[in-house]
């Protein structure tokens, strides 16, 4: 994927990447105020006097905002600044209503971490993260309510976001989304941003620039407030194939800030550089620096999970799960949640080790499990088999009680009516039959039903075998245990 | 029967608690003090019918024995504070109309103890002025007169020394961000207190400078000041700036002992062109305090000439920060433009909203801040403030309190120095170095002049040491014995 090249007329070009990933904090009150931050309320409901800047309103800092931030520079491994100070940035715009964003210029809360890439077949690879602060967001102009008038709703304004900004260090439209995709993993991973990029709680402005291998990196340009991992690729792929064209015809970019058109699939110039904004920054004289001590860290650490890469190592090294369900299952913490319950209850209700069912777990999770689940276009949150009842599923299978093939048909009911499987396996007479008289009696019945293939399998047609079997499994309904089936036909049809 | 408003709060105060009077009757004499003397022009809005409420109220409180120093006294509060459904505009077109649902800390802090407010009172707008000219509701004309002439209250708490100094309050609410609260009262012979940066919250005060602004009181004497300024201080969550420290008592620190006290004169004050008698008062208040037993020592505060030009980079520069909510969007005043947008509308509003002092202070603060001068101005002013503060620390280590002219010269006329900004910024030379450095500071009416104009002395103290202002202040007025009062023209 690091070989990803635009074939331009004068050669190939290679793509430079940074991304700034803006991640909704979670926590009950915006970053300087009481107000609530759930999403979806009415529009100017959730506003305190300080997020409408009424004159004589001070910002307070939300210390869950900078745990979260701090606990988030943690799991990247990052460098977690003491000192940090909150700065103003300065602009007119009708959604900010104190005229200037309380953000962190000079003094971040997190300095450099690194986030690793899962880029398939087992190889990873290493992005920079450049700094993490905190900043609080705007509200939201609405142009579309009024034929001359725009409406303001202020609910967003004040939240408290964390500005993720990368190093340059990606190479391909698949690296960017990957990087996004493992970003989101993380931060949901430990709790501190829910990652829902199609509500806005997490956004991206991506840096584009092209050169040829081995140059120095060329003029980027800014991709602002892309909504989704998919946008993400598009907006680059065009972008850098854009800025090749110019350069290969004799052009030069211009440093700007551009905006992704998802219907076009194309990006446009939204400012240039000469019209860009000089924001003023300066420390926040209404609030003092931030600064705490090595405790705050400790528990910070002591209350974040195992993280995404530590578990798929374990995963694998540990419980035998194969590299690419680790790979998956680790990939969304839903499904991880339910893999891990799923085997925790399955071990519990087998009194096996858990070693020793989660290969068998693994793949039944991803395969029937999931397969059901795409078909029915439901994420795993929503699967109308609970991870317990799925655990008694195979429970069943592990002690013997149905088949890993009546398992599958039981799974398709538990699927449609959510029902239990016991009840299922119970209701339908699908226990697996290991009586070796009932057994027996059935195969004689086979047998002498089908003289002229017991008589081609005397000749030394042994494959009939099968047939027999078949036959057998047919007038079972299945439900025979098919490895008494076969221990006992076979001296049966010897004679 | 005696006149009431002419009773200090803690006179009335002990009455009040005696039951010799009420504050239904405190309150009726002041709302008609205030009712005469419009022509001071220091009430922008008068509430009476809310003050007879907050004086029954004030009245139920004594006679179920909750009586505190503040309790029924009726003071006015500078337009800069936020009261809750009242008139709160800074004294600025631009806040047209506005009225806060909320309440600023320092005033709330006033009623918790049972004060009673009068009304609102001028100011220059957004505290940004030194002779009250700039406010929005015209100037406020300072009960002292030059002969016949009309002088200026000071500025920016220009409302508050004029309606404590006329008799139409007992005290006032006031605030400091360069010396709006000292320069005034040495300009109408009433004691000006600033406390230390942190003592007061700044919940609730429509901001000019955020690291610079602090509320303080106007009273006609120490002792007064001491009461109020007990009852608007405290540490409060809503103010990440405010300490939380604990409020001393105040009053009791007017012992009138300083003997053995060490005051510093710093010598850097003494400045060229200053009129003879303010350099005459300075030293008299210097052979006041060896009288009483203090011991006097010349200190240098060598930064001291940097003070005002730092001064007019880092407020300016936060000022322009501060007033970027003046957008014409949520509150106040609005200007369209037919068939404009979003920034015409911004720059019609603020064109129209905004006075010339004002939009002075904006563009110089954008400026500073601007890329390419940050460094050379913002950056480099804050250094500056911060050998400034250092200079009183290391004064501080040999002397108690610092003993200075309030300002250079006594009040002058209306437009005097209304076109020369310079002119007039030089007002707060001797104010503003403190103010950098956050220290509690008050100005004491000492002597007049030539012309029967009040002339203060400046007195500072260490940080968190309110206590020592006061009880210098308290031996330096008892020394001066300043018990002229204006003639009252204006009724």
């Known amino acids: ?495 | 029967m005696t006149d009431l408003t002419k009773l200090s709060i803690a006179e009335a105060r002990d009455l009040l608690k005696k039951g010799d009077i009420t504050s239904r009757e405190l309150t009726e004499a002041h709302i008609a003090s205030v009712d005469a003397a419009d022509a001071l022009n220091a009430y922008i809005a008068k509430t009476p019918e809310l003050a007879m409420e907050m004086a029954d109220r004030a009245d139920e409180k004594i006679k179920a024995g909750d009586h505190k120093g503040m309790t029924g006294i009726p003071v006015g509060i500078k337009d800069l504070f936020a009261t809750k459904g009242v008139h709160t505009q800074a004294c600025s077109h631009i806040l047209d109309g506005f009225k806060p649902e909320y309440e600023s800390t320092v005033t709330q802090n006033l009623w918790d103890d049972g004060a009673v407010m009068l009304g609102k009172l001028n100011m220059d707008e957004f505290a940004m002025g030194s002779s009250n000219e700039t406010s929005f509701y015209g100037p406020v004309k300072n009960p002292w007169r030059r002969g016949d002439t009309d002088t200026v209250p000071g500025g920016s708490s220009g409302g508050s020394v004029a309606s404590v100094a006329g008799f139409a309050a007992m005290g006032a609410t006031a605030s400091d961000t360069g010396g709006s609260i000292r320069q005034p009262a040495s300009f109408t012979g009433t004691f000006g207190f600033k406390p230390t940066y942190g003592r007061c919250s700044r919940y609730g005060m429509v901001a000019f400078a955020s690291s610079l602004d602090q509320a303080g009181t106007i009273t006609r004497d120490v002792r007064d000041g001491a009461i109020m300024m007990e009852s608007i201080s405290g540490f409060d969550a809503k103010d990440s700036t405010s300490v939380d420290m604990p409020v001393p008592n105040f009053e009791a620190a007017l012992t009138g002992d300083i003997r053995g006290m060490k005051i510093g004169i710093p010598q850097e004050y003494h400045l060229a062109g200053m009129p003879g008698e303010i350099e005459a008062l300075w030293h008299q208040g210097i052979e006041w305090m060896k009288a009483a037993g203090a011991e006097i020592v010349d200190i240098n505060l060598p930064h001291t000439k940097y003070a005002l030009p730092t001064y007019y980079i880092v407020a300016p520069a936060e000022a322009s920060s501060n007033l970027a909510r003046y957008d014409g969007v949520r509150y106040g005043l609005r200007e369209t433009v037919e068939g404009g947008g979003l920034v015409d509308m911004y720059e019609a509003t603020r064109a129209a909203g905004f006075g010339d002092e004002v939009k002075r202070r904006i563009m110089i603060g954008t400026y500073v801040l601007s890329a390419g001068y940050y460094d050379a101005y913002y950056l480099k002013a804050q250094k500056v403030r911060q050998l400034i503060a250092n200079d009183f620390k290391m004064a501080f280590e040999k002397v108690d309190a610092i003993l200075t002219p309030t300002a250079p010269s006594a009040a002058f006329a209306p437009g005097e120095k209304s076109d020369d900004p310079i002119a007039m910024y030089l007002n707060d030379v001797f104010t503003v170095p403190a103010s950098l450095a956050g220290l509690p500071g008050s100005s004491v009416p000492v002597g007049l002049d030539a012309n029967g104009l009040p002339l203060g002395l400046q007195i500072l103290g260490k940080p968190w040491d309110e206590e020592t202002v006061f009880k210098v202040s308290g031996v330096m007025e008892e020394a001066a014995n300043f018990t002229a009062k204006p003639a009252e023209w204006w009724r």
């Open chain 1, 1 to 495: 994927m690091s070989n990803y090249r635009i074939q331009g007329a004068t050669g190939d070009w290679e793509v430079v990447l940074g991304l700034e990933v803006h991640a909704q904090v979670i926590s009950n009150a915006k970053l300087f105020s009481g107000a609530s931050t759930e999403f979806g309320a009415e529009p100017n409901a959730q506003v305190s006097l300080v997020d409408a800047a009424m004159p004589g309103m001070l910002p307070t800092i939300n210390a869950e905002c900078i745990r979260q931030a701090v606990r988030t520079g943690l799991a990247l491994g990052a460098q977690i600044n003491k000192f940090s100070v909150f700065d103003r940035k300065n602009y007119f715009y009708a959604d900010l209503p104190q005229g200037y964003q309380i953000s962190q210029f000079k003094h971040p809360v997190v300095g450099e971490g690194t986030v690793t890439l899962d880029l398939g077949d087992g190889k990873t690879k290493e992005v920079g993260v450049e700094r993490i602060h905190l900043e609080q967001d705007a509200g939201k102009s609405m142009h579309d309510q009024h034929p001359q008038m725009t409406y303001v709703d202020l609910n967003r304004s004040g939240v408290a976001l964390m500005e993720i900004v990368s190093k340059p260090d990606m190479r391909s439209p698949e690296e960017a989304g990957a990087y996004l995709t493992k970003l989101r993993t993380i931060l949901r991973y430990i709790g501190t941003c829910d990652g829902n990029m199609e509500q806005g709680s997490m956004r991206a402005d991506v840096n584009v620039s092209v050169r040829k291998p081995g140059d120095p990196l060329g003029t980027r340009c800014e991709i602002k407030n892309v909504n989704s991992i998919r946008f993400v690729r598009q907006a680059i792929e065009y972008e850098a194939q854009r800025q090749v064209d110019i350069i290969e015809d004799g052009g030069v970019i211009d440093q700007e800030t551009r905006l992704f058109d998802p219907s076009k699939g194309e990006t446009r110039s939204m400012r240039s550089k000469e019209e860009a904004h000089d924001y003023r920054y300066f420390p926040d004289p209404d609030l003092l620096p931030v600064e705490f001590d090595d405790a705050f860290i400790e528990a910070a650490r002591e209350s974040l999970p195992e993280l995404p890469d530590d578990k798929k190592a374990r995963f694998v090294e540990e419980l035998g799960v194969s590299d690419y369900n680790a790979s998956v299952l680790v990939g969304e913490k839903e499904s991880c949640d339910y893999f891990e319950e799923l085997l925790a209850a399955l071990a519990a209700k087998t009194g096996k080790d858990a070693k020793k069912l989660a290969a068998k777990a693994s793949n039944w999770v991803m395969g029937d499990l999931f397969g059901a689940l795409n078909k029915a276009s439901k994420s795993v949150s929503e699967s109308p088999v609970s991870a317990k009842q799925g655990a008694d599923l195979l429970a069943l299978v592990e002690d013997g009680t149905i088949s890993g093939r009546i398992a599958k048909d039981v799974f398709e009911i538990m699927f449609e009516t959510g029902k239990d499987a016991e009840a299922i396996v119970e209701e339908k007479g699908l226990k697996q039959v290991s009586d070796t008289g009932e057994i027996e009696k059935i195969i004689d019945e086979v047998i002498a039903a089908n003289p002229a293939q017991l008589e081609q399998y005397r000749a030394g047609k042994d494959k009939l075998i099968g047939f027999f079997v078949g036959q057998v499994m047919k007038a079972t309904g299945g439900k025979a245990n098919p490895g008494m089936v076969n221990q006992l036909l076979k001296p049966k049809l010897d004679g």
